[in-house]
Structure formats: structure tokens, C-alpha cells
T-cell receptor
Framework: KAGVTQTPRYLIKTRGQQVTLSCSPI?????VSWYQQTPGQGLQFLFE???????NKGNFPGRFSGRQFSNSRSEMNVSTLELGDSALYLC??????????????FGSGTRLTVV | AQSVTQPDIHITVSEGASLELRCNYS??????LFWYVQSPGQGLQLLLK??????LVQGIKGFEAEFKRSQSSFNLRKPSVHWSDAAEYFC????????????FGTGTRLQVTL
């Protein structure tokens, strides 16, 4: 069974640009969550989607957005990139409505560097 | 709001020695607790989880954790560490209100000396 797939693995962008990251969850998993990981702030929750609906959003500016498609694949978008957006962005999937409480399966992440 | 504290940023143990990583949580209700491990450049892997019942839970790779409500702790243990256990370990608590996110601790980096 394939794991959580995140593309691309690495990205280098310039300040002011926008970026879209993609996540394909494990087949059958309907909940997709996104986390930002940085050395200074650790793992911070961005948002969670279940059946195409955003159920929860973390404390991030409106430049961070996401969506989930009918096949459960998810994308997150960051507009007007800032240097501080450099981070490892992790996607995690879980089955069911209360899936996150039963444990995530994480992807390997997308390493975003903003220069 | 829930929170997790991992008081040890970095721990070094010798291969074959026992290991205990500390985790304290703050949560009003019965917590859903997790330990994850992250190897360099990789995502996180679930080691074990606690919802209810037996307070000693067994996980993968020979790890176990004990939930102690009176101490608000969920410490991770392993009787004999292998060099391949070197990684970063994260404790997390689930938000049972929304059932849609975990709050992670800041992590403990484990170094294993041969």
C-alpha cells in the first residue's frame, strides 16, 4: 500500500513569489493535515481537511491556504513568500472523521527554501 | 488549550543502555497521546499511542510508554537502545474537541554512542 506522497521534495523560491505543494494521502484516507516544521517553532499545525471541507486552521496568516479534492488529494498554497516561510512542510493523512486522534501517517515532506 | 513539554532537548546514551524520554502534557480531558520519531530529512513515524485502558502501551521498534495521569506524563522507554534509534522524538497530544489536530512538543534529539 503506497504511503503519503508529497511533491515536490525540494523547492527554492524567491521572496514575493507563490508556491503550491501537493499531497496524495494513503488510499482510503479522507483526512489530510498539513504542518510546518522549522528549527525555531517546531511543528505547527496549518490546517486539516476532511471530505473536501476545512475543519480546522492553525494560527497562520491568510497567505497560507489549502484545499482538498474529491479524491482526497490536497494542495496547500503560500502566496507572497517571505524568508520566514522557509521550512519543511509535512502532510499527514488518517482515516475517518476522527482520524487524527488515531494517529497520522506522514509524508516525507517538501523542503521549501525562500531566498 | 492543550500543550506538550519535552524538557530534554538532547540526550546521549550508549548503545545497549536503557532510554527514557520525558513528556508532560496539559489537557483538561482524558488525553489522546502519541510518540512519533523522525529521522533526518524524513517525515514522522508513529511509534505508539494511548487513548484509554492499560496505562502501559507497547509500540513498534521495542518502545513502550507509560501514561501517568497524576503526573500528567507520558514518558517513552526502551530497555536497550540500538544505534539505529538515533533520531528526533516527538510527543503529541490530540485535540479531542475538534478531533482534527495534534499539538506536538519541541522534540528530543537522541544520539547513540557506540
Amino acid at each position: 500500500k503506497a504511503g503519503v506522497t508529497q511533491t515536490p521534495r525540494y523547492l527554492i523560491k524567491t521572496r514575493g513569489q507563490q508556491v503550491t505543494l501537493s499531497c496524495s494521502p494513503i488510499s482510503g484516507h479522507r483526512s489530510v493535515s498539513w504542518y510546518q516544521q522549522t528549527p525555531g517553532q517546531g511543528l505547527q499545525f496549518l490546517f486539516e481537511y476532511f471530505s473536501e471541507t476545512q475543519r480546522n486552521k492553525g494560527n497562520f496568516p491568510g497567505r497560507f491556504s489549502g484545499r482538498q479534492f474529491s479524491n482526497s488529494r490536497s494542495e496547500m498554497n503560500v502566496s507572497t513568500l517571505e524568508l520566514g516561510d522557509s521550512a519543511l512542510y509535512l502532510c499527514a493523512s488518517s482515516p475517518g472523521r476522527r482520524g487524527p486522534l488515531y494517529g497520522y501517517t506522514f509524508g516525507s515532506g517538501t523542503r521549501l527554501t525562500v531566498v | 488549550a492543550q500543550s506538550v513539554t519535552q524538557p530534554d532537548i538532547h540526550i546521549t546514551v550508549s548503545e545497549g543502555a536503557s532510554l527514557e524520554l520525558r513528556c508532560n502534557y496539559s489537557y483538561g480531558a482524558t488525553p489522546y497521546l502519541f510518540w512519533y520519531v523522525q529521522s533526518p530529512g524524513q517525515g514522522l513515524q508513529l511509534l505508539l499511542k494511548y487513548f484509554s485502558g492499560d496505562t502501559l502501551v507497547q509500540g513498534i521498534k521495542g518502545f513502550e510508554a507509560e501514561f501517568k495521569r497524576s503526573q500528567s506524563s507520558f514518558n517513552l522507554r526502551k530497555p536497550s537502545v540500538h544505534w539505529s534509534d538515533a533520531a528526533e522524538y516527538f510527543c503529541a497530544v490530540g485535540d479531542t474537541g475538534t478531533a482534527s489536530k495534534l499539538t506536538f512538543g519541541t522534540g528530543t534529539r537522541l544520539q547513540v554512542t557506540l
